[in-house]
């Protein structure tokens, strides 16, 4: 079965930088690229962006472009998304997401989440 | 950047009524672009609907999906008490980009 691991609760202070894991299991990892989701306590979903697994290709929401890079391991099928000069409103859960095989059908499986703290 | 815009906010109903969530976009749609998504408190979201009115895998007959052009609708047939929860509708673009409406809390009345 499809699963999306994510790693652990992270408390980090303004101005430093976060990196999130999602390890995926359950599937060939190259043929389905992945999005990051965001979501500030009590707010809706925001995309984050979204990287292909099979060529590294990606795109950035504009709201954070420049401070946020995702990667993958295909060796260990894992993702990975840095976020720098974090700021109070970066605290949020952070959700990965796989990309349905037609893109444009949305986001078929989710990782359980991860608690990004910035506080000083 | 095309803009979707959920309503009402909050609906309030009870176990067995019908529900119906509209998501709006700013600019003409693919219906084939449009999803839906349920969130629970402390959950990660859950794919409902894509391309506007298909079913995911495993999802009930009780949800249903319609729409076209900027109009948009979600349509549960029969509330359960798993059903109370957020709703979110999602419109894919190019780039690729993906963007989401604000949600609609359906709670129990």
């Known amino acids: 079965q499809v699963q999306l691991v994510q790693s652990g609760v992270e408390v980090k202070k303004p101005g430093a930088s976060v990196m999130v894991s999602c390890k995926a299991s359950g599937y060939t990892f190259t043929t389905y690229g992945l999005s990051w989701v965001r979501q500030a306590p009590g707010q809706g979903l925001e995309w984050m962006g979204w990287i292909s697994t099979y060529n590294h290709k990606t795109n950035y929401a504009q709201k954070v472009q420049g401070r946020v890079t995702m990667t993958t391991d295909t060796s260990t099928s894992t993702a990975y998304m840095e976020l720098r000069s974090l700021r109070s409103d970066d605290t949020a859960v952070y959700y990965c997401?796989?990309?349905?095989?037609?893109?444009?059908?949305?986001?078929?499986?989710w990782g359980q989440g991860t608690l990004v703290i910035v506080s000083s | 950047e095309i803009v979707l815009t959920q309503s009402p906010g909050t609906l309030s109903l009870s176990p067995g009524e019908r529900a119906t969530l509209s998501c709006r976009t700013s600019q003409r749609v693919s219906s084939s672009y449009l999803a839906w998504y349920q969130q629970k408190p402390g959950q990660a979201p859950r794919f409902l609907i894509y391309?506007?009115?298909r079913r995911a895998t495993g999802i009930p007959d009780r949800f249903s999906g319609s729409g076209s052009g900027t109009d948009f609708t979600l349509t549960i047939s029969r509330l359960e008490p798993e059903d109370f929860a957020v709703y979110y509708c999602q419109q894919y673009g190019d780039s690729p980009t993906w963007t989401f409406g604000q949600g609609t809390k359906v709670e129990i009345k």
């Open positions: 391309g506007a009115s």
């Open positions: 997401a796989r990309v349905a095989w037609e893109p444009a059908d949305g986001f078929d499986f």
